[in-house]
Each structure stands twice: as structure tokens, then as C-alpha cells.
């Protein structure tokens, strides 16, 4: 040590021996439980931690497995205005890309919902008819011809029927009522044998009353549609909106009536059921993840599009060409096909489809095909500025396809996103989607950057 002062040295006692065999203490009992515990402590702490980061680390690859399948998952929208044939569309991937097998369940209330379509599109042809002033010329017809289909009616007779139960609602309760027709309820009964169909909670209170009536007045239905003056009437049904997809059924009152009635995929295509939801079907196509939305296309439902809008890879925009001269239910003063110019042009320009591939179905070409034969594009006000030849498809397609390229602020979007389609057709509707999925999977690699850019 160095001069100065120094440094006390402490003393610190050893602790005691531990005797050979001894468990440490000097009375040669039971080890201080101090000890004890702070190990089970220290053993459970380790334990506890090690269980944590593995269940950390699975948490982890599970969100890591979820983000890459989301990444190459195809979350595709469907949008358009109402009744344009977004839900055709729907039904008809489903047929193509998932169970095409429905349920009874599903195939009761597919059949009420056929016989409601009738009643509705029946209605309105009844109430046109008398609007056109065509009664005299109806009686006329029936006159010249006792009876079209059934001996005992004739189209007069079926017409006042008609305007009776389905119209005026001034019909007493007869044999003909739905009230008594069948027994208590006028379901599950059907001329005396046990109705296939039946009633369907799923498809609603007013399907479920129109399709008694269906039953209850069928055979009236079926003389109407059948004599000359309805034809008349069905020329003009673009001012009542009728369902043009619907004159099958028409041509098929029987079978549809028949207490073994069990609706066919086409039957189940062109049923009408407005959405008002959000519809989601997912489907797996050559390895590849699709999750398709159907939304409502009526201005009332367009509020819930915006919570489809997340992460969307594809737009598919629906719009009717058959529609040029029809008005909205919901805005008799608009026209459905500048309806679905102006809905086309916000989906194009809005922010939140800034990098989707969106792609323009046109689609009732086939209806488009039948119209433009008496209904000319250039006489519908909006439309006056068409200078194509007159029922000519063709020119008349063009014109339309332009006027949706003039809603784009850019000019990126090139023909091949256009396709001018027929819903019901399931061999249409089958090579349209496959190239339009041909060009959904290109784009996205595109955007993503695995492909370079044209």
C-alpha cells in the first residue's frame, strides 16, 4: 500500500460448511423456501416467455400468409345501374366457376319468384294495354275469334279478368280467388295436387302473394299473351318497363304453372330479384383466388358501394344497350341509358379505382338487336345527335361504345376492356369471362410490376 491513510479492511465471514449428504443447513432440514420459490419463479418466467414468442412468431407467419394471399387474390365489383344485368352476370360464375347445383331451397324460391315475374310483368302490360286505348280493338279480336286457347275464355274475358285481380283489385272472392282457391292459405295446393313450389319465406311477402295470383289466374295470362292485341302492347313495354328477358316465361305459362314445376337454369337467369345487399361468392380459378361482390344498382343502394371499394383489383361496369329508350323506375324523367353514362364516368374518374382494371360489359345485345327494329336511337332525345342508319346493330353499337369513351378523362382505356354481351347466354357469357379474367390477371401483373407496360 502507498503512504497516508489507510483503507479499512473488511472482514466477511464464510458461510457455513455444508455437511457431506446435508441439504445446506446447519440443523440438516429442509432447504430455505426463499431459495425455492425463486427458482419455480425463474423456471416459470423462462417458460412463460418462451410460449410468448411462439406464439408471437405464429401470429406473425399466420398475418405474413394472410397478406400473401390477399396479394394475389382478385377482388372483383360489380357495378352498373339497376337492371342492367349485374346479377346474371353473377349467376352466371357461379355456374361457370362454382356449385352449379342449387338447393330446394334455392329452386322454391327461384320458382315463386318466376310466377311473381309474371304477375308484375302481366300487370303492367294489362295497364298499358288499357292506357294505349286498345280495349275496343281487343273486342275486335274476340269477336273474330271466340277463343285462342281455352274454349270457355276469350282474350277479352282473360284481359277483364286480369285488370280485375291484378289491377283494380275490384275481383270478389270466387273459385278463381287466390283466398279460397287452393284451401286455407292458396299455397302448396295446385289444381287439386300438391304444388312442387310452394311458398318461399325467402323470396319475400309480395312474391309470395303475387305467385298465388299467378296460379289463381294463369290460364287467363295465357290467352292474353297469346292474341294479337298484346303484341301491340309489347312493342311499347319500353314505357312501363317490363323485363324484356321475361317474355320466356310468357311463352312458358304452363309449364310454369304446373304443380311439378321445377325452374331450369335458364329460368333461373332471367328471374329478376332486386339486390339490396352486398352479395360475395368466391370462387378458386386455375389456382387463383376470385372474390366477386354483387351490389344494387338502384340510386337508393349506390350508398353501400363505398364499402366495397377497398382493395379492389376489378371493376366490371354492366350497362344495357336495350335501355336507350327506357326510363328509370325510381326517375321517370331519366333516361337509363344517360343514368349509366353518368354512373360510368364517376367510376372511371373516381380516386379510389385510380389503379383497377376496369372493364365495360354492354350488355342485352340480343334485346338491343330486337329493338332497334321499331325503336330508333336518334328519336330519343339524349340521343338525337346519332346519325348512324337506322336499324342497323352494328352502327348502333358503335355509337353507344363511343359515347362511354367520351366519359374517360384519359384515353388509356382500349377496346379490349369493352365487350358487348348477352347475360342469359351461358356460352356467351363463358368466353367473355374467360378473356375478360385473361385480362384482369395481365393488367394486375402489370400494375404490380412483374410485367412491363406496353
Known amino acids: 500500500m502507498g503512504c497516508g491513510s489507510s483503507t479499512p479492511v473488511q472482514t466477511v465471514s464464510a ?26 419463479a425463474t423456471s416459470f418466467v423462462n417458460k412463460s416467455s418462451k410460449t410468448s414468442i411462439a406464439e408471437s412468431r405464429q401470429i406473425d407467419s399466420e398475418l405474413e400468409r394472410a397478406r400473401n394471399e390477399d396479394l394475389h387474390k382478385i377482388k372483383m365489383l360489380l357495378l352498373g345501374a339497376g337492371e342492367s344485368g349485374k346479377s346474371t352476370i353473377f349467376k352466371q360464375m357461379r355456374l361457370l366457376y362454382g356449385n352449379a347445383n342449387r338447393s330446394d331451397e334455392d329452386l322454391k324460391m327461384y320458382g315463386v319468384v318466376a310466377r311473381s315475374n309474371i304477375v308484375v310483368a302481366m300487370r303492367k302490360l294489362v295497364t298499358h294495354l288499357g292506357d294505349l286505348g286498345l280495349e275496343e280493338e281487343l273486342d275486335r279480336e274476340s269477336k273474330n275469334n271466340a277463343s285462342i286457347a281455352d274454349n270457355s275464355m276469350t282474350c277479352r274475358e282473360a284481359y277483364d279478368e286480369l285488370r280485375a285481380y291484378l289491377v283494380d283489385n275490384s275481383g270478389t272472392a270466387s273459385a278463381q ?53 298484346i303484341k301491340q302492347v309489347w312493342v311499347k313495354r319500353s314505357a312501363v318497363n317490363v323485363i324484356d328477358s321475361h317474355k320466356d316465361y310468357l311463352n312458358d305459362i304452363a309449364r310454369i304453372a304446373s304443380p311439378d314445376y321445377k325452374p331450369t337454369t335458364q329460368d333461373i337467369l332471367i328471374a329478376r330479384v332486386r339486390t339490396t345487399q352486398v352479395v360475395m361468392e368466391k370462387y378458386r380459378i386455375d389456382g387463383i ?65 385510380a389503379n383497377t382494371s376496369i372493364i365495360l360489359f354492354l350488355n342485352k345485345k340480343d334485346i338491343f338487336m330486337e329493338k332497334i327494329q321499331y325503336s330508333d336511337i ?64 395481365t393488367d394486375n401483373l402489370k400494375r404490380s410490376g412483374f410485367l412491363g407496360a406496353d
Request: proline letters at 4%.
Open 15 to 40: 458461510p457455513p460448511a455444508t455437511p457431506a449428504g446435508g441439504s445446506g443447513n446447519i440443523g440438516g432440514g429442509d432447504a430455505d423456501p426463499s431459495y425455492r420459490d425463486r427458482d419455480s
Open 378 to 441: 336518334a328519336a330519343q332525345r339524349p340521343f338525337c345527335d346519332y346519325a348512324g342508319p337506322t336499324k342497323d346493330s352494328d352502327h348502333g353499337v358503335l355509337y353507344f361504345i363511343q359515347k362511354f369513351k367520351d366519359c374517360l378523362i384519359d384515353d388509356e382505356f382500349n377496346d379490349s376492356f369493352i365487350h358487348v354481351t348477352c347475360a342469359t347466354d351461358t356460352n356467351n357469357m363463358e368466353f367473355v369471362l374467360e378473356s375478360t379474367r385473361t385480362i384482369i390477371m
Open 289 to 353: 383466388d376470385f372474390e366477386v361482390y354483387d351490389v344494387g344498382g338502384q340510386r337508393s343502394e349506390r350508398r353501400k358501394w363505398i364499402d366495397c371499394f377497398d382493395s379492389v383489383t376489378a371493376v366490371i361496369f354492366v350497362a344495357a344497350l336495350s335501355e336507350y329508350d327506357q326510363s328509370l323506375a325510381e326517375a321517370k324523367r331519366t333516361n337509363r341509358m344517360v343514368e349509366a353514362l353518368e354512373l360510368f364516368r364517376s367510376v372511371c374518374n373516381n380516386r379510389a379505382f
Open 177 to 229: 280467388d287466390p283466398g279460397t282457391a287452393n284451401g286455407d292459405s292458396g299455397v302448396g295446393e295446385n289444381g287439386g295436387k300438391t304444388d312442387w313450389v310452394g311458398n318461399s319465406p325467402r323470396a319475400g311477402l309480395a312474391a309470395n302473394n303475387d305467385a298465388k295470383l299467378f296460379l289463381a289466374h294463369y290460364k287467363a295470362m295465357e290467352v292474353l299473351w297469346k292474341s294479337q292485341t
